[in-house]
């Protein structure tokens, strides 16, 4: 497998990685952890962000949900941080999965704190695809966390080692964490190593109002038809298609609440 589709999850845990190693390996694109809860965040977060992209990289952008905290201050906290250090091809994560030493509330409402995350930051910075890092060990048994997560693509864990990601969620898949002891060039010891499931789309440029309305449109049809639709192929960029056009929903959304004010 290619290193271009392959990218290291990367938080304080990992130490500080030689990033150029990373990227002269093959690498196009990795994930940094930036924030946790409403008031933690890596302190070196920006300084790898900027490390990134001046080698080329696209960043992923991710916040630890917390289920004790509100999910609209964390989003707040996170739109805050990361907004000033996005550039076109980078996308956002929210990991949702338990947090060591808090019980997850009833099922409902943690479906309804991803929700409330996943919605402020979409509107907030629309354009950046949003994913779920989550597993189905997690989902086991929380239907309403189960269909929330089928709102957006789906980063999954799962290092049991099979050759072909089980799917019993029927969540859109769009990378496989399938190991947490991959040894990669720019990292000291073992990383959680993840693969696209498909090429990534181009970063996306400016649209105007009747532009963006339009690619909803072609999104959704390929989305719901599975078959292809304007620029959207359906079979090889299913979760892109998701999570472009749940951006795309808030943008025009947020465009059309501002006209209504005026």
């Known amino acids: 497998m290619s290193a271009a589709l392959e990218f290291v999850d990367c938080s304080s845990n990992n130490g500080t990685p030689n990033l150029a190693d990373y990227a002269r390996a093959g690498h196009k694109h990795i994930s940094l952890k930036a924030s946790e809860g409403a008031n933690y965040y890596w302190p070196a977060h920006a300084s790898l962000t900027d490390q990134a992209h001046k080698l080329g990289l696209r960043v992923g952008h991710y916040h630890w949900l917390r289920p004790e905290q509100s999910a609209t201050a964390q989003a707040a ?38 929700h409330e995350f996943n919605t402020h930051v979409a509107e907030a910075l629309p354009g950046f695809p949003l994913y779920v890092y989550t597993g189905n060990w997690y989902l086991a048994g929380k239907l309403h966390c189960q269909a929330e997560c089928r709102r957006w693509p789906v980063v ?82 299913p979760h892109w298609v998701l999570g472009k056009s749940r951006g795309l929903f808030a943008r025009l959304t947020k465009v059309e609440k501002d006209e209504a004010k005026a």
């Open 156 to 237: 999954m864990s799962d290092y049991s080692g099979v050759t072909e990601l089980p799917n019993p969620y029927r969540l859109t898949y769009a990378a496989w964490q399938f190991t947490d002891k991959a040894h990669v060039p720019g990292f000291a010891g073992p990383v959680d190593y993840n693969r696209w499931l498909a090429e990534p789309e181009p970063p996306e440029v400016d649209m105007t109002p009747e532009q963006t309305e339009q690619m909803i449109t072609e999104a959704m049809l390929a989305l719901t038809t599975g078959e292809d639709h304007g620029r959207f192929t359906r079979k090889k960029h």
């Open 77 to 114: 906290y996170f739109v805050h941080l990361v907004k000033p250090l996005l550039a076109a091809g980078d996308w956002l994560m929210t990991d949702f999965e338990a947090t060591q030493g808090f019980a997850d509330p009833a099922d409902v409402t943690r479906a309804a704190q991803l």
